[in-house]
């Protein structure tokens, strides 16, 4: 750092940019020039959610060049991914290969950016040098192990280099599964509460009878109406089969009445 010349405009831009990456920094990336180059950076990117990157942690290497920010700086991945290759200098809009495209108004945060959203692309748009497309098993497989990668140089591991900002998710997490286990312990509070308010009815008798007593008309009258419900509806099924089984008869009794008072006018008849 002391054969810097601070008076460089590399050099300037380069300083400001790691003090407002130090000062500004994001839960997606942790960047940094290293201590004895300051034209080297290390990055440690969070794969795009959403992805078959999501959960990875991967660490490259920026190298921005004498001229920077006039020309674009290069991007070299170091852990392996699946998606880019490893110690090859990646082909991107923003990179060396495009000088044409990069606009000095952009910096190493818009590179890194830039580099997570290169990560997804997929089919010709992934095409480039420094690309390879492996099957998503294996990305997923390598983003796992991505977590515990070490760095050679800065011999640390992605995980802390970038810890997971999902330690606001993390409390949420758990808080939900506490609130989940919360219902089951009120649950299990409440039998053990019934119970000892049981022993204690067992010296006030008259507190158990009650809430015994009480949840019996409940369940009686509701079984009460079911059958209720239930009974009249064969009952006058009953009635209208028995009255037409009644109904013969009483046209029998009147046919013998009317046939006995026929005889007896007939009878009548021939005695007079
Ligand atoms: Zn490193």
Redesign the pocket.
């Known amino acids: 750092m002391a054969t810097l010349n601070k008076n460089n405009s590399a050099v300037k831009r380069i300083m400001q940019e790691a003090r407002e990456l130090a000062n500004d920094p994001s839960p997606e990336y942790s960047a940094a020039p290293l201590e004895d180059d300051i034209f080297e950076w290390?990055c440690t990117l969070r794969g795009p959610a959403g992805t078959e990157f999501e959960g990875g942690l991967y660490?490259f290497r920026i190298l921005l060049p004498a001229e920077y920010p006039f020309r674009p700086p290069s991007l070299m991945m170091?852990t392996p991914n699946g998606r880019f290759e490893t110690d090859t200098k990646i082909c991107i809009s923003f990179t060396s290969y495009h000088e044409e495209l990069w606009q000095p108004a952009w910096g190493v945060r818009t590179a890194i950016i830039g580099l997570q959203g290169f990560f997804p692309l997929k089919g010709k748009a992934a095409v480039g040098i420094g690309s390879i497309e492996h099957p998503t098993t294996e990305r997923k497989r390598l983003a796992a192990l991505s977590r515990s990668w070490v760095?050679p140089?800065?011999r640390e591991s992605n995980l802390d280099l970038l810890p997971d900002p999902v330690a606001l998710p993390d409390p949420v997490a758990p808080s939900s599964s506490t609130e989940s286990a919360a219902p089951p312990e009120p649950l299990a509070a409440a039998p053990v509460s019934a119970p000892s308010p049981d022993t204690d009815s067992a010296v006030v008798t008259p507190l158990a009878p009650n809430p015994v007593a009480t949840p019996n008309p409940v369940a009686t009258p509701a079984s009460v109406h079911i059958e209720r419900v239930a009974a009249p509806i064969p009952r006058p099924r009953t009635q209208v089969i028995s009255q037409p089984r009644q109904r013969p008869p009483i046209l029998l009794d009147t046919a013998i009445c009317v046939i006995l008072v026929l005889v007896c006018g007939i009878v009548f008849r021939r005695m007079f």
């Open positions: 290390h660490h170091l760095c140089h800065c």
